[in-house]
């Protein structure tokens, strides 16, 4: 006796009934597989499957780009730096030239003086001595300008001569003096911030 047409009917439908039942395991599979992609690339890391070369390659060029930037950055440093040398020396070679031209000028202010002084001692009609007293204050206000700008004068009379802070103009015999004796200064040395600017100009014995 065959079996009842609903037993044969519920066999035919259990098949589908299971596929069914299979298919949202595997939508679960697929949504956990998106979900490990999406949380390894979150972290940084290569996802699933991902070619870990690719990775290595971004590491290496991060590495390039910032040895460039860093070599770069130091460039731009020494590029400062040696422009601030540059505009400090262009401003002292201004300043030495100034200084130059003004050092005749307290020459003549020295010599003015001492001819003043002469006059007054040997009373020959000179001009008197609150003239003298004038040409003084200029004097004094002209060297202390160049002695706030770094400016100072030596006088070398009784020191041994020496080529790069003197120059001779003459030689003489003395008695009691040493031969390469400074004897006379006939105009004063000038350093400009510890470097010769004018050497003094002297007599020496011989």
Known sequence: MGRPEDERAAERAAPTEQ????EPAGEQDAANEAERFVDA????GPAPGEDEDELTVALRERGEYLALAQRTQADFENFRKRAARDAAAAGERAKSGLVRELLPVVDNLERAI????????????RPPEHLADGVRL?????????ARNGVEGFDPRGEKFDPELHEALSMRSEDGAESG????????GYRLNGTVLRPARVVVCG
Do not use: I, P
């Open 41 to 44: 690339e979150a972290a940084g």
């Open 114 to 125: 001492a001819s003043a002084a002469a006059g007054e001692a040997g009373g020959d009609g």
């Open 181 to 188: 004796t400074v004897l006379d200064v006939v105009e004063k």
């Open 19 to 22: 596929a069914d039942a299979a």
């Open 138 to 146: 200029v004097h004094s206000e002209l060297v202390a300008v160049l």
